[in-house]
């Protein structure tokens, strides 16, 4: 191995002040230096850091890196498997087990059926902001909502419930949940969705999990796969509403561009994904020796993939730290890639289309309502990067 290989002793905590949307410099740093570092865990066991995109792609197709929960060796204790039904920390067949049968529920043409409810519910939290006033805190008036209300829907979470049922994922989805409070917010969870199974099993209504009561998945793995979907499908949607109005905002050029051409809202999406990659981060481990860039990664040595610094990989994207909506250089990470590639992919795109269209036409003028500097970011320990509260305002 080359005794010049970069090492990253840990990873960053928080970003570089004045740089909300830049992935942390050490990171940066480790990818100036080649797209593989070695890394020591938190626990102390050795692994590496994947920071170059071609890597990350290649490592994400490979089956011969491990999703196991179980398999990750990043501490001196024993990890339990995943429980049923969650399937993102699984490997065939069991990943397949509990994707194939969601698949079908989530194509883009289904997704775009669902346009004109979602442009309802786009209509009535822009309606409610307006009718408010100025300021207003774009994540709970409009970034939270939006995709919480859907994928609530989708599965079939009574109205009377959402916003408990919000609550209890983003205390463990925020980063800044203390143990006690992040296990207690985890079983609220399990236990409401325990009984929402039961419920959909005794009177089937339309909706996803009801249509997978119709199958041989369990009940607790039901639950799992319900987990999944609703974290999934309101965190990081969430998330890429409020940072992408944020980095808009903050860079009015680009803004502008949106405003003036509509035609540009599908290529503004990917480049906002690429840029801000809310999904920051993932792990693998080898369950044989792998030869990854140069490098043999050793079995069972658990290794991190860096997504947003792989949208950024100047070897990749032109001007990587740019945010550009002619951009023509796509094929973003975003979603990742490979088997578990984002299955609510089209669903997230379409939230995006039609959210960020529908707020920068009604407010013209919206703007901060804080200096820039004085937005609350998400920590790095968050699994999803983000902002905690987005003030904005705008003339009446």
Excluded at 45 to 72: M, N, Q
Excluded at 112 to 126: F, G, P
Excluded at 252 to 271: W, Y
């Amino acid at each position: 191995m080359s005794e010049s290989l970069h090492t990253v002793t840990t990873l960053p905590t928080e970003r570089q002040p004045g740089c909300p949307f830049d992935p942390p410099t050490e990171l940066i740093d480790a990818r100036r230096h080649g797209p593989i570092s070695r890394y020591t865990h938190p626990g102390g066991k050795p692994g590496w850091l994947i920071t170059g995109y071609d890597l990350v792609r290649s490592v994400l197709a490979d089956s011969r890196f491990s999703s196991r929960k179980e398999l990750l060796n990043v501490v001196d204790f024993e990890i339990p498997p995943a429980p049923p039904g969650e399937f993102l920390l699984m490997d065939e067949p069991q990943h397949g087990r509990y994707r194939k049968p969601l698949v079908g529920k989530f194509t883009a043409r289904r997704m775009r059926v669902l346009t004109e409810r979602i442009e309802q519910i786009t209509t009535d939290c822009l309606d409610a902001m307006e009718e408010t006033g100025p300021p207003a805190d774009l994540v709970t008036a409009f970034a939270k909502p939006i995709p919480t209300i859907i994928i609530c829907e989708l599965l079939g979470v009574p109205y009377q419930d959402r916003d408990s049922f919000q609550e209890q994922i983003d205390k463990f989805m925020n980063g800044e949940t203390s143990d006690e409070d992040l296990i207690a917010a985890y079983t609220a969870t399990q236990n409401y969705l325990a009984q929402l199974v039961a419920a959909k099993r005794a009177n089937p209504t339309d909706d996803v999990l009801s249509e997978l009561t119709d199958s041989d998945l369990t009940d607790e793995e039901l639950q799992g796969i319900s987990l999944i979907l609703l974290a999934a499908g309101f965190d990081t949607t969430a998330n890429m509403l409020s940072l992408g109005t944020f980095a808009l905002l903050q860079n009015p050029a680009q803004l502008a561009a949106l405003r003036a051409d509509p035609a540009l809202t599908d290529q503004a999406v990917e480049e906002l994904l690429r840029y801000l990659s809310v999904a920051k981060s993932f792990m693998r481990t080898a369950l044989v020796d792998v030869e990854v860039g140069g490098q043999t990664i050793e079995a069972g040595t658990t290794v991190v993939l860096s997504y947003n610094t792989a949208n950024r990989d100047p070897e990749r994207f032109i001007d990587p730290h740019v945010l550009d909506l002619h951009r023509q250089d796509g094929g973003h990470l975003a979603f990742g890639h490979g088997i578990h590639l984002c299955l609510g992919q089209q669903l997230a795109r379409v939230e995006m289309r039609v959210a960020f269209s529908a707020l920068i036409n009604r407010f013209p003028t919206l703007r901060l309502a804080v200096p820039a500097e004085e937005v609350g970011l998400r920590p790095e320990t968050a699994d999803i990067y983000g902002v905690k509260s987005l003030p904005v305002t705008w003339d009446v």
